[in-house]
């Protein structure tokens, strides 16, 4: 990727480009019941943004990641025994690489983009149904997601409604994601209304899966009810020969001493029973093909501030189907200005032949400095 830089230099030091980012250090330590791995990563996150009228705008950032430590992973060490499989492995190395890079043009009744850019769709918190480009991380939802190569179209409509038009290109039309999402507001309350269809992961009658063309239609609803903040989003096949989807609540409350509760439901009907769970269930799911593993899931969180600067959050997640969960306790400070660092323990709790029974015990410290 030297390339890269050599080529990108030039324009940065010829255009108006602002340049902002952050660097990271990540130490992990994962327990499990026979074994354990701990490595550790520096990264370099840089944003670089042009602007050469108020219309058009060019953007892109490049990540530079080092790992030090365990390097080479097993995937049977994180699923249960009674699969039966003897090695999957696979390794994690040093990387250069743009996670976005795209350009994005104002016209009078429409905005474009174009290229690898950051896509957020859908109002869970943990789980976003509707989001058929991205997927969460359990442990650490918010953290920011992979760009996704797409042409993106949004058209004001109504009164401050928006169309949203989003196509990932594949190499055919059948096999790209295509996704329409009408954005609006009734009262006090947000909705969208989506369609749209993608080469989707489906039951094959053999408790695994294949691949076919899928249509969905969906959409999601938040607002407020007295003090209690409200969500939901869906996401279903219209399918009637194969008829699945995901679906989303969530409710969140803040005390008035501080304290924030928040909790959401998960369903996803695609997911395995308890006793028909296969290697290619926890395999798709690594993958990030599918949101979960089995059918319903329950996450729960809760925040407080301390002080200005130093603020504790409890999660705790977990399987309803296989009674397995995880209790994260994180605690972030905010050492200087613009320098934050945080610190997560998490415990599983059930049996070995869980999901996340079996994976015990996970330390995490994390710096971050922007600029």
């Not at 840089?46 to 602007?51: H, K, V």
Request: charged letters at 20%; hydrophobic letters at 40%.
């Amino acid at each position: 990727m030297i390339w890269l830089i050599i080529f990108l230099l030039p324009v940065i030091a010829s255009a108006q480009v602002d340049i902002f980012g952050y660097y990271e250090s990540e130490y992990d330590h994962i327990q499990l019941p026979n074994k354990s791995y701990n490595f550790s990563y520096n990264k370099l996150r840089l944003d670089l943004e042009s602007r050469s009228n108020e219309n058009v705008m060019v953007g892109a950032n490049i990540n530079f990641q080092i790992f030090h430590g365990d390097q080479e992973w097993d995937i049977v060490d994180f699923i249960p025994e009674y699969l039966e499989i003897d090695s999957a492995p696979f390794s994690i190395s040093d990387s250069m690489y743009l996670d976005n890079i795209y350009l994005r043009t104002s016209f009078q009744r429409f905005d474009f983009t174009i290229g690898k850019q950051p896509i957020s769709l859908g109002v869970g918190y943990a789980w976003n149904p509707l989001d058929i480009f991205n997927r969460k991380d359990l442990i650490d939802p918010t953290y920011e997601q992979a760009g996704v190569n797409a042409l993106r179209m949004e058209i004001p409509v109504m009164d401050g409604g928006t169309l949203d038009i989003i196509i990932e290109p594949d190499s055919t039309w059948d096999m790209s994601n295509k996704l329409i999402q009408l954005k609006s507001s009734l009262g006090s309350y947000d909705f969208s209304l989506n369609g749209g269809n993608q080469y989707h992961l489906i039951p094959d009658g053999n408790s695994g899966y294949a691949y076919d063309h899928v249509f969905f239609g969906g959409g999601s609803i938040i607002g407020e009810l007295w003090k209690f903040g409200l969500w939901g989003e869906t996401l279903w096949s219209l399918d009637a020969d194969n008829n699945f989807g995901e679906v989303v609540f969530g409710i969140d409350y803040t005390f008035n001493n501080g304290v924030y509760l928040m909790t959401e439901y998960f369903h996803n009907s695609l997911g395995a029973e308890k006793n028909e769970v296969t290697f290619d269930h926890y395999l798709h799911n690594f993958n990030g093909e599918t949101h979960s593993i089995m059918q319903n899931y329950l996450f729960v969180m809760g925040m407080y501030n301390f002080t200005n600067y130093i603020s504790g959050c409890l999660i705790a997640f977990g399987n309803l189907d296989d009674q397995s969960f995880i209790l994260a306790p994180q605690l972030n400070w905010d050492a200087f200005e613009d320098v934050t660092l945080g610190a997560w323990v998490s415990q599983s709790f059930g049996e070995n032949d869980t999901e996340f029974g079996i994976q015990d015990l996970v330390l995490r410290f994390r710096l971050r400095a922007y600029f």
